[in-house]
Nanobody
Framework: QVQLAESGGGLVQAGGSLRLSCAASGSIFSINAMGWYRQAPGKQRELVASITSVGSTNYANSVKGRFTISRDNAKNTVFLQMNSLKPEDTAVYFC??????????????WGQGTQVTVSS
């Protein structure tokens, strides 16, 4: 099995910063893309940022210039540095990872989510 454990969420004032972490553990051969999604109340889950195994990144327009995704391949961990936070960033943040448990078998796994609340 594979588990993704997120940490770093919390309550912050508008303009503040938070850093989210997500560590993958278990039976892992390799990890391809990793990413962060978020879901606000009454809204669909949306992509925030993603990063490939070689470091290519992709961001939602709403977070470009404010959020930075990075990863530590040796520790199977992905990070999301969130700066200049806005109340509209309030959501549950989920990490995901495309994990190979063998050279030919890949599945997408999700973390349990961490709450980020930005007060105005």
């Amino acid at each position: 099995q594979v588990q993704l454990a997120e940490s770093g969420g919390g309550l912050v004032q508008a303009g503040g910063s938070l850093r989210l972490s997500c560590a993958a553990s278990g039976s892992i051969f390799s990890i391809n893309a990793m990413g962060w999604y978020r879901q606000a109340p009454g809204k669909q889950r949306e992509l925030v940022a993603s990063i490939t195994s070689v470091g290519s990144t992709n961001y939602a327009n709403s977070v470009k210039g404010r959020f930075t995704i990075s990863r530590d391949n040796a520790k199977n961990t992905v990070f999301l540095q969130m700066n200049s936070l806005k109340p509209e960033d309030t959501a549950v943040y989920f990490c995901n990872a495309d994990v190979r448990r063998s050279p030919i078998r890949e599945m997408t796994y999700w973390g349990q989510g961490t709450q980020v609340t930005v007060s105005s």
